[in-house]
T-cell receptor
Framework: GEDVEQSLFLSVREGDSSVINCTYT??????LYWYKQEPGAGLQLLTY?????DMKQDQRLTVLLNKKDKHLSLRIADTQTGDSAIYFC?????????FGQGTELSVKP | DAGVTQSPTHLIKTRGQHVTLRCSPI?????VSWYQQVLGQGPQFIFQ???????GRGNFPDRFSARQFPNYSSELNVNALLLGDSALYLC????????????FGSGTQLSVL
């Protein structure tokens, strides 16, 4: 099937690390993406990883890719209240993206 | 540089009406895609256009149609609106439309009463 799966909710304290997990389906996906959506807004591209990479780091964000298990994770270091949002992982299939349901991250002060 | 722009931002329609949503891609981008995001779910692919040609279509009824103009802007049309068409409609642009980063607009929130 086409399902990309994510856990629905994550709650962390300010300053802690957040880890959002995702499993995808298509082993031939070339790129995998993480998008952030704040209330009432569109999707903001946070980061992406090419399928032949295991890890990508971009400031506070670290993406880990396990191709064997089709597992993708996003780690946010030193999580801030401004990081509270819904995070979507997505896999590319040709010209379209297949999105998960999104993980709502709640950051408590 | 302007990002992806969509209009209108909000729209209220009644069942049976039709609606036209508009999108301008990032300057230089030749591919435009449309996604539907129902509340509480991830976006679902509707269409992709590249160089004015339809490149892909998602699992949506024929009531949904789109086109891309010579300046690469795009319209999404939905006929015979149903209550279930209420959603956030997102437009995304990319350079070439194949295995690339997609940049999204802020969306059009459509409410069908």
């Amino acid at each position: 099937g086409e399902d990309v799966e994510q856990s629905l909710f994550l709650s962390v304290r300010e300053g802690d690390s957040s880890v959002i997990n995702c499993t995808y389906t298509d082993s031939s996906s070339t790129y995998l993406y993480w998008y952030k959506q704040e209330p009432g807004a569109g999707l903001q591209l946070l980061t992406y990883i090419f399928s032949n990479m295991d890890m990508k780091q971009d400031q506070r964000l670290t993406v880990l890719l396990n191709k064997k298990d089709k597992h993708l994770s996003l780690r946010i270091a030193d999580t801030q209240t401004g990081d509270s949002a819904i995070y979507f992982c997505a896999e590319s299939q040709g010209g379209k993206l297949i999105f998960g349901q999104g993980t709502e991250l709640s950051v408590k002060p | 540089d302007a990002g992806v722009t969509q209009s209108p931002t909000h729209l209220i329609k009644t069942r049976g009406q039709h609606v036209t949503l508009r999108c301008s891609p990032i300057s230089g981008h030749k591919s435009v895609s449309w996604y539907q995001q129902v509340l509480g779910q991830g976006p679902q692919f509707i269409f992709q256009y590249y160089e004015k040609e339809e490149r892909g279509r998602g699992n949506f009824p024929d009531r949904f149609s789109a086109r891309q103009f010579p300046n690469y802007s795009s319209e999404l049309n939905v006929n015979a609106l149903l209550l279930g068409d209420s959603a956030l409609y997102l437009c995304a642009s990319s350079l070439l439309g194949e295995n690339e980063k997609l940049f999204f607009g802020s969306g059009t929130q459509l409410s069908v009463l």
